[in-house]
């Protein structure tokens, strides 16, 4: 499974950023179990869930963008995005979109260890 994001950049407070990811591999099969997220790691902090999505389309979302945070993928399933609204300095981090074990659903503790696919990551800085 192959990730590649593409869509950071710099915006001001209360502004918005739509982040892609393309979803790529031949063992990633549309119609079979899989669980897609983004992590993001703030400066000086962990890497961390943002939000995530499984195969019939249940979502998770941390508690800290719920409500501003929106993740979705297109109808082929190649690609995922994360519409962020009304976005706050403390959203500034490097966001990740990874890919659980193909096959499988999401598992029920959001955590990264259960996402052994990644991509490389795009900068999200917002200012005020």
């Known amino acids: 499974v192959e990730l590649k994001e593409?869509?950071?950049?710099?915006?001001?407070?209360?502004?918005?950023?739509r982040l892609s990811c393309a979803i790529s591999g031949s063992r990633f099969k549309a119609y079979n179990p899989y669980c897609v997220g983004w992590f993001?790691?703030?400066?000086?902090?962990?890497?961390?869930?943002?939000?995530?999505?499984?195969?019939?389309?249940?979502?998770?979302?941390?508690?800290?963008?719920?409500?501003?945070?929106?993740?979705?993928?297109d109808d082929s399933k190649t690609s995922l995005y994360l519409q962020m609204n009304n976005l706050k300095e403390d959203d500034t981090a490097k966001y990740f979109?990874?890919?659980?074990?193909?096959?499988?659903?999401?598992?029920d503790r959001f955590l990264e260890i259960y996402f052994g696919y990644w991509g490389q990551g795009t900068q999200v800085t917002v200012s005020s």
């Open 40 to 73: 993001r790691q703030r400066p000086g902090k962990e890497r961390e869930a943002v939000a995530r999505i499984d195969r019939d389309g249940f979502t998770r979302y941390i508690d800290s963008v719920k409500g501003r945070f929106t993740i979705s993928q």
């Open 6 to 17: 593409s869509g950071g950049g710099s915006v001001q407070s209360g502004g918005s950023v």
């Open 97 to 107: 979109c990874a890919s659980g074990e193909p096959g499988l659903w999401c598992h």
